[in-house]
């Protein structure tokens, strides 16, 4: 398996990057996104598909999307294996009071946290990888 698994590693390595924008998700109850729509993230449910796209393509497509969203990258390549990096990150970001939707992707992990949020987000992350 690909990536770092060391917990300490991990956190000293975070590196969050706040990608620009506002990000929203959508659902789509037939599963088909509308032309000319290009999503960060489409997962299948039963219930339809989950889309994660920029504020604006939902707005020029129609969509309605909810929770707007700051895109944090943690540009460590953590290992799909890992285990605690999201129990400290989610443990931090709660105490603080921000919610989160993560992604793990091969390489990154991804969050989605309240987009007014994001900027204390991002230093409470770096703090993280600080250490006491």
Known sequence: MSGETDLGR???GLDPVLHEGVYVFVTLPDRTPPAGVDPVLVFQEAEGSTLVLSRDQADRAGLPGVFPSAWITLRVHSSLEAVGMMAAIAGAL??????????????HDHLFVPHERAEEAVRLLRGL???P
């Open 94 to 107: 709660a105490e603080a009071g921000i919610s989160c939707n993560a992604v793990s992707a091969y390489y």
């Open 129 to 131: 990888g600080a250490g």
């Open 10 to 12: 991990l956190l000293a």
